[in-house]
């Protein structure tokens, strides 16, 4: 830190041995380092000659003097090292012919920590030969020797060793390496009985802690102890702490009873800064670090290190919400101006009001180049003490050659601890020379204040302190920045009275003539003071009630007295709080408190089922409303022939669309909110818009499908609520919570079992019967156009969708990406022909996502591959649980000739039979052992119990189940599995499957052709 302050404010060497010379004059400890640079060779450094330790380092370089006298020091202690590694340094102290020749370090016999190091000093030869060893206490410390000079120099020295061995040898004295063994340290002797003490530093001159030259730890009043009396000793008797009368701090290696005054006592110690975790605080006049309660303040580490030499903006940020600035603060135009050669730009003026919350500052405030957009130093608006722990010179506030300054508003300053104050060359300068510097100052300096602004000319141009300002001077214009107030002061501004008498809050002067607020509870009184202090004790009045001295809002009500006794008052005509009859009896609190705990469980119970039977209330006329709407069949035109139409023409703003639930290719389907016209309940629905987007077709008018549409009503088809016609057709429908049935299917395949599966493939048949049954082609069944109305009945949704849209030719164009190919039969890819029979193929497919769990048919195939495939006869796989019997259903399905597939009637009727044995058609798990097969078997066949019935095909069982079977032709019936000896299924060979089993061994790849004609020849093999 002395090497930096030198560059920074020395100008001349003369300077610079001057300050050395005031420094060190009469000096015998250092706290710190010693450096000496930059001397030339005709001075003298005599005064040098007292120092006796140096807590640092020592670096000593560049000079050109012969001689060092520093006889006197006999330790370095080496707290802080040079370049992290050397507690004395001496390097390149040679110029011309002149340079250093002898160290002078005669008596210095320890150094505790750090290394050694001279090297390039040309005229000094003798510094190798010295015993270190016995100096450096750890012998692993490097040792670093070079004298810089010729051979013929280095052969000189060795001759002129034996003349001057006194000089080398006998002005050393050896402490350590020549001891007895018993000796742990230094002696004074050769002898056992000649050690020094164990806390002696150096050597000794006797065996007592007396005897030391220094001390290892500290020093105690002349005796070298390990630390000094603590502030707080033990109680053998009391077993307590007690304090100690005879404490004392430690001040670097010696005892003090008190810290200097700008350090903080820490505990035993007088330490420049509170460590982590605990703040400065003021106790009793001493400063002390104790423990934070929550967040401490924030403290910021200063500039003037060789890392952080001025405040830039490279490190401008560092400084944010600091309260205190742990050392300097310097600001230099490298910083201000920027460093081209650091590539750091210049300091913009808006960031200085970081320092807005600065109120401490432990160092100097150096202040050498300043922003010209700024014209004081207001940025430093909340600083109150500058400590001046570390000075330049004698300096801790400095302030030279800025320009733009024209004030100093530093108003909050009120404490300089050590220092003085240096303010120069500022040629705009004003109001600096009123200020009373010695009420701030608090040493006893001279200030140097000049080559500023004349104050003739400062008071002609108006720059003067404001009347309300004392003569103690101000920092700027305004009220607000004078050092004291001639009358008065509110919130640092001075004014001219207080609100004593009038005004909004009323106030009192404090001793200081600052105006503070009365307390609230005091009255406002006109013509008089309205209270005497701030407490409530100090009021001339009271505003509500007066308790004893006291005011208060409401007099004490249950209150605890000092006694332990509860206290009542009541305020009597004058609004003095007064004590209530000991025989006046207060309702139990306790019973008090439990009925109002009772009465509030009480009414949140009634609030609970209250809106348990709200809730219940809307669902039930939800559902009553539905079924109202659902059972009334009104025709839609008057002028029609009476047809029931179930759906009702519905206005836009009797929907409110919801979330999405999905898209298709003719539309988008959300959740909605049907509100009938005229009703205020809401029924959930799903809302279906449908668009033309080839701009064709409209929806304005009501259509003769769209009344075919309403009319459905079947218990496995989607009912139809609602028709709203307009440019986007929308279709309101019931809603099905739980979602498709390819979703379930892939979501619970792990729960489904042969009978639910079968009994979906009768619903959906009948659906699809009862839609053709209508004449209503469906062209898009899938498994995601089945829903789901409970876990056991599923619904037919997305029917008649494309006569919607195309009513006259019944063709429409298909993207590849949108339309359904893998779906759709082979004769609606290529003719676009869609009939009831195309359905067949659909369902056909349907069925086979249902027993593959939700799989995508055709898979690893493009949609335009799959029409080549279907005309060369290759079919979907046979799924793992299918018997041949159900693979043999789809089979049929997707026969090429269409008047060969199965109609929905037979397929609902060959369902419903297998729906009554699902484990002999539907292998879901293979069987565990025998037992388990027949009791799972029996257990499938009595739940899934019907009845047959050939007249009624849409009679429905309470689960939902369709019970009609509907019988195939003879030439259609297919075999059955049986169970073998061992449970094992196996096929039994029909006429049939025989020959299916003959076409596969064909190998042909048309061997759907083959099959197909082989139908018209199984009467014949039967």
Known sequence: AIQMIHKLIYSSPAQHYNNLKERYTGCEIVMGNLEITQMESDLDFSFLGSIREVTGYILIAMNQFSRLPLDQLRVIRGSSLYEKEWALSVFHNFESHSGLEDLGLTNLTEILEGGVQIVHNRNLSYAPWINWRDIVRDSDKILSFSCGCSAIQRLWTVLLLYKMIRRCFVCISVTKTVCAPQCHGHCFGTNPNECCHTECAGGCIGPRDTDCFACRHVNHSGACVPHCPWPLVYNRQTFQLEPNSEAMYQYGSICVPKCPGHFIVDGSACVSSCPPGKREKKKNGIKQCEPCIGLCPKVCEGTGANHRQTVDSSNIDSFINCTKIQGSLHFLILGIKGDVYHSIPPLEPEKLKVFNTVREITGILNIQSWPDELSDLSVFSSLTTIQGRSLLKPFSLLVMKIPSLTSLGLHSLREISDGCVYITQN?????????????????????????????????????????????????????????????????????????????????????????????????????????????????????????????????????????????????????????????????????????????????????????????????????????????????????????????????????????????????????????????????????????????RQTFTEITDHMLAMGGLDHPYIVRLLGICPGTNLQLVTQLSPQGSLLQHLRQHKDRLDPQRLLNWCVQIAKGMYYLEEHCIAHRNLAARNVLLKSDYIVQISDFGVVDLLYPDDKKYVYSEHKMPIKWMALESILFRRYTHQSDVWSYGVTVWEMMSYGAEPYASMHPNDVPGLLEKGERLAQPQICTIDVYMVMVKCWMIDENVRPTFKELASEFTRMARDPPRYLVVKPPQNCVGADESHQRYVKSSHLEADDDDDDEVLQDGFATPPLQLSPTRSHSRLRMASYKVRCLQYTSTNIFFMFTLSLGSVRFFDVFERSLLYLPRLN
């Not at 600096?432 to 004349?454: A, E, G, R």
């Not at 501004?493 to 404090?510: D, I, K, M, Q």
């Not at 609230?520 to 005497?532: A, D, M, R, V």
């Not at 047809?643 to 206005?651: E, G, M, N, P």
């Open 427 to 695: 040629k705009n300068l004003c109001y600096h020379h009123t200020v009373n510097w010695t009420q701030i100052v608090t040493s006893n300096c001279d200030n140097d204040i000049k080559d500023n602004k004349p104050p003739i000319k400062c008071e002609e141009e108006g720059h003067v302190c404001d009347p309300l300002c004392s003569d103690s001077g101000c920092w700027g214009p305004g009220p607000e920045q004078c050092l004291s107030c001639r009358n008065h002061s509110r919130h640092g501004t001075c004014v001219s009275h207080c609100n004593l008498y009038s005004g909004s809050p009323r106030e009192f002067a404090a001793p200081n003539g600052e105006c503070l607020a009365c307390h609230p509870e005091c009255l406002p009184q006109n013509g008089k003071q309205t209270c005497k202090g701030k407490g409530a004790d100090q009021c001339v009045a009271c505003s509500n009630m007066m308790d004893g001295p006291h005011c208060v809002s409401t007099c004490p009500n249950g209150v605890n007295g000092e006694k332990g006794q509860t206290i009542f008052k009541y305020p009597n005509a004058e609004g003095h709080c007064k004590p209530c009859h000991l025989n006046c009896t207060r309702g139990s609190q306790i019973a008090g408190i439990s009925v109002a705990v009772f009465a509030g469980i009480i009414v949140l119970l009634a609030v609970f089922v209250l809106g348990f039977l709200y809730r219940r209330g809307l669902a039930i006329r939800r559902k009553r409303a539905l079924r109202r709407y659902l059972e009334s069949g009104e025709p839609l035109d008057p002028g029609e022939k009476g047809t029931k139409v179930h759906a009702r023409i519905l206005k836009p703003q009797e929907l409110r669309k919801g979330k999405l639930l999905g898209y298709g290719v003719f539309g988008t389907v959300n959740k909605g909110l049907w509100i009938p016209e005229g009703d205020s309940v809401k029924i959930p629905v799903a809302i279906k818009s449908i668009q033309d987007r080839s701009g």
